[in-house]
């Protein structure tokens, strides 16, 4: 994983609603490189998927506007592409597995003409050719009778198969740089592991590069080079996968393993949470940390003053002050 092929570089992406300000994406930086799978994990409304529709510019506009950073695409600036050029990277080089494939997917297009309108756009395929394709794309991510099916429309798919539909789609061209947005939310447990499998596969054999965005640890722990910890905005600690979860320090990254069920415990250990709930976006203080009311190590300076990543490890970085009094419930919760 040497070559660079995608740079966010202090990214931010604010929504506005008349006076009100919310800082989804708040100075995001990382680099993600060839055959990657780099995973981004937090609560909901921690700015995962703003940062991921940042990267393609389908944030909403109104209320959404990128506010400033830059997008580096093999050394390229995406958030200074014309719309052409922009439409040009879209589906073909950076493709997107959305979350919500009843609202992505249109109605009264056939499944088939939805995979070959990516393929005819972006390939020199004919249309005979490009329905083949797309009937091999529907049979790789596992949809029953994939012969019939093309020639169907999303109502007439299950929310499972019309979540791997958008799986196909994204698959079609074979893209630089695959962005899953929770892909196997709506599919259950053994076509999850296939699809899982099929994202691999795609991986290794094209040199794809995955951002994954999950609530899954588990999914995370098999698959994920490197591991993003975002909350509020930020990225609150990054690095290496089996880092992340062997030596965590941040106190949130901590709660997020803690909170995980655990087989080998007996029943009476109980579940564990998170205390609280995610902070209201649009009246975060510029100059605290944002898990700071959640923490129970948490002092004056951490609700005056922000804390930034600083390097704890090789490739593995922290925003936190008081992470050196984490080590007992470190021990407690990885061994570590």
Same mark, same amino acid.
């Given at each position: 994983?040497?070559?660079?092929?995608?740079?966010?570089?202090?990214?931010?992406?604010?929504?506005?609603?008349?006076?009100?300000?919310?800082?989804?994406?708040?100075?995001?930086?990382?680099?993600?490189?060839?055959?990657?799978?780099?995973?981004?994990?937090?609560?909901?409304?921690?700015?995962?998927?703003?940062?991921?529709?940042?990267?393609?510019?389908?944030?909403?506009?109104?209320?959404?506007?990128?506010?400033?950073?830059?997008?580096?695409?093999?050394?390229?600036?995406?958030?200074?592409?014309? /719309?052409?050029?922009? *439409? %040009?990277?879209?589906?073909? &080089?950076?493709?997107?597995?959305? +979350?919500?494939?009843?609202? @992505? !997917?249109?109605?009264?297009?056939?499944?088939?003409?939805?995979?070959?309108?990516?393929?005819?756009?972006?390939?020199?395929?004919?249309?005979?050719?490009?329905?083949?394709?797309?009937?091999?794309?529907?049979?790789?991510?596992?949809?029953?009778?994939?012969?019939?099916?093309?020639?169907?429309?999303?109502?007439?798919?299950?929310?499972?198969?019309?979540?791997?539909?958008?799986?196909?789609?994204?698959?079609?061209?074979?893209?630089?740089?695959?962005?899953?947005?929770?892909?196997?939310?709506?599919? /259950?447990?053994?076509? *999850? %592991?296939?699809?899982?499998? &099929?994202?691999?596969?795609?991986? +290794?054999?094209?040199?794809? @590069? !995955?951002?994954?965005?999950?609530?899954?640890?588990?999914?995370?722990?098999?698959?994920?080079?490197?591991?993003?910890?975002?909350?509020?905005?930020?990225?609150?600690?990054?690095?290496?996968?089996?880092?992340?979860?062997?030596?965590?320090?941040?106190?949130?990254?901590?709660?997020?393993?803690?909170?995980?069920?655990?087989?080998?415990?007996?029943?009476?250990?109980?579940?564990?949470?998170?205390?609280?709930?995610?902070?209201?976006?649009?009246?975060?203080?510029?100059?605290?940390?944002?898990?700071?009311?959640?923490?129970?190590? %948490?002092?004056?300076?951490?609700?005056?003053?922000?804390?930034?990543?600083?390097?704890?490890?090789?490739?593995?970085?922290?925003?936190?002050?008081?992470?050196?009094?984490?080590?007992?419930?470190?021990?407690?919760?990885?061994?570590?």
């Amino acid at each position: 994983m040497e070559e660079k092929i995608l740079e966010v570089q202090h990214l931010k992406t604010y929504f506005y609603n008349g006076t009100s300000e919310l800082r989804a994406v708040d100075d995001l930086s990382y680099t993600l490189h060839k055959g990657e799978c780099m995973a981004i994990i937090g609560e909901s409304g921690s700015g995962k998927s703003v940062s991921a529709l940042s990267i393609l510019r389908l944030v909403p506009y109104p209320p959404g506007l990128i506010m400033g950073g830059k997008i580096l695409y093999h050394g390229r600036d995406l958030l200074e592409m014309n /719309d052409a050029e922009i *439409q %040009a990277v879209r589906g073909s &080089q950076i493709s997107m597995i959305f +979350q919500e494939p009843s609202a @992505a !997917l249109n109605p009264v297009m056939t499944v088939g003409d939805q995979i070959c309108e990516n393929l005819l756009t972006h390939t020199d395929m004919k249309k005979d050719e490009a329905m083949k394709r797309a009937v091999e794309l529907l049979d790789e991510v596992g949809i029953p009778n994939p012969e019939q099916r093309v020639n169907q429309y999303p109502f007439e798919f299950s929310g499972g198969m019309q979540q791997r539909s958008m799986i196909a789609m994204a698959m079609a061209c074979n893209p630089d740089i695959l962005i899953c947005d929770e892909p196997t939310t709506a599919l /259950d447990v053994t076509v *999850q %592991a296939q699809v899982l499998e &099929q994202l691999n596969k795609l991986r +290794q054999t094209h040199g794809t @590069a !995955l951002i994954f965005i999950t609530h899954n640890l588990g999914v995370v722990a098999r698959y994920a080079d490197t591991v993003k910890i975002m909350y509020g905005g930020k990225i609150v600690e990054d690095g290496p996968t089996r880092e992340i979860f062997g030596n965590p320090h941040h106190p949130y990254t901590l709660g997020l393993i803690r909170a995980v069920p655990r087989l080998d415990l007996p029943r009476s250990h109980g579940l564990h949470t998170i205390e609280g709930e995610p902070p209201d976006m649009s009246r975060i203080p510029p100059n605290c940390c944002a898990f700071a009311n959640r923490c129970k190590y %948490a002092t004056d300076e951490c609700r005056n003053r922000r804390p930034e990543l600083q390097a704890v490890g090789e490739n593995h970085h922290c925003a936190c002050f008081h992470m050196d009094q984490l080590d007992e419930e470190r021990k407690e919760v990885c061994g570590a």
